[in-house]
T-cell receptor
Framework: DGGITQSPKYLFRKEGQNVTLSCEQNLNHDAMYWYRQDPGQGLRLIYYSQIVNDFQKGDIAEGYSVSREKKESFPLTVTSAQKNPTAFYLC???????????FGSGTRLTVV | AQTVTQSQPEMSVQEAETVTLSCTYD???????LFWYKQPPSRQMILVIR??????QNATENRFSVNFQKAAKSFSLKISDSQLGDAAMYFC?????????????FGKGITLSVRP
């Protein structure tokens, strides 16, 4: 079945360390997105990519980086510059002709 | 920039009753899409219903329907015959019609509880 796979489901990081969250899709979707979810904040856009080798900053890109070397993959790196990284991270994708997004099941990142 | 406002953080409904979740948005665009997403305790985001702004007819999906008031920039979700499985967080979202700017903008969400 087609879908989006995010891994790992839970991730613990020590302060000062970079960590990479994986997002893979087999839907052949062109566009991919990373959102951060905090209690009472809704979903906020971190980065998005419309095509391979191209991506744009979202509303809260500081302290994050991404790459889009393959259509299927859009990894998100949370760097040590991100002041408050503990959150739930959601990856999504969208087909060019479609209306809405397909979401992954998310990664819960905790800084310890 | 577009904004989406969900002013009620929590709501409660009795099983089998009807509940309406409110959403307003702000945009200068004339063509756009609106969505309601459900996030149950599993945290998987599930599309509930969508509405194209150019359509005057309100979207309906089984027990879920919307009241889309374009002039008032209002997009409320009505859940009829509420079930225990409807308990979740619900997000209203906006997307521009043009593909070059296709990111979804979400409201802060509303937590719906269903009383047995």
């Amino acid at each position: 079945d087609g879908g989006i796979t995010q891994s790992p489901k839970y991730l613990f990081r020590k302060e000062g360390q970079n960590v990479t969250l994986s997002c893979e899709q087999n839907l052949n979707h062109d566009a991919m997105y990373w959102y951060r979810q905090d209690p009472g904040q809704g979903l906020r856009l971190i980065y998005y990519s419309q095509i391979v080798n191209d991506f744009q900053k979202g509303d809260i890109a500081e302290g994050y980086s991404v790459s889009r070397e393959k259509k299927e993959s859009f990894p998100l790196t949370v760097t040590s510059a991100q002041k408050n990284p503990t959150a739930f991270y959601l990856c999504a994708s969208r087909d060019r002709e479609d209306y809405g997004y397909t979401f992954g099941s998310g990664t819960r990142l905790t800084v310890v | 920039a577009q904004t989406v406002t969900q002013s009620q953080p929590e709501m409660s409904v009795q099983e089998a009753e009807t509940v309406t979740l409110s959403c307003t948005y702000d945009t200068s665009e004339s063509d756009y899409y609106l969505f309601w997403y459900k996030q149950p305790p599993s945290r998987q985001m599930i599309l509930v219903i969508r509405q194209e702004a150019y359509k005057q007819q309100n979207a309906t999906e089984n027990r879920f329907s919307v009241n889309f008031q374009k002039a008032a920039k209002s997009f409320s979700l009505k859940i009829s015959d509420s079930q225990l499985g409807d308990a979740a967080m619900y997000f209203c979202a906006y997307r521009s019609y043009t593909g070059a700017n296709s990111k979804l903008t979400f409201g802060k969400g509303i937590t719906l509880s269903v009383r047995p």
